[in-house]
């Protein structure tokens, strides 16, 4: 069975669990239920968007210990590992995707990827 994330709706817990393909609920440590998220365990296709538009702007060569653990297993997890390691901050549910800010404290070069990908001057 594949591996997914799911996160407790009771604790919002986030954690990885083996799941049915078909599962859309699991169950958290705490005794509430959890919804999957789209997730990618190691070998399973990149079927979501916010993971290929990272792999587009993470340093692949970076020897940082969250962008280690991010490229070693792109979960959602180590995904807001990443995201926090960088200063970025998720995007809230319903929040619109946009083109991130100086504002946001994000590092130089991590603003100057996203602006390339985005096709936009840095
Ligand atoms: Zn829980």
Do not use: Q
Request: charged share 30%; proline share 7%.
């Amino acid at each position: 069975m594949p591996l997914y994330d799911f996160e407790c709706r009771v604790c919002g817990r986030v954690f990885e669990a083996m799941a049915a393909m078909d599962a859309a609920e699991g169950v958290c440590a705490c005794g509430g239920t959890a919804k999957r998220l789209v997730s990618v365990g190691r070998g399973f296709r990149a079927d979501a968007d916010w993971l290929e538009s990272v792999t587009d702007v993470v340093e692949k060569d970076s020897p940082k210990p969250h962008v280690r653990a991010f490229l070693a297993e792109p979960s959602r997890a180590n995904y807001c590992r990443w995201m926090a390691g960088e200063g970025l901050r998720p995007l809230e549910s319903g929040e619109a995707r946009r083109a991130p800010s100086p504002r946001d404290g994000i590092a130089r070069e991590v603003l100057a990827r996203f602006a390339a990908r985005l096709g936009a001057p840095a």
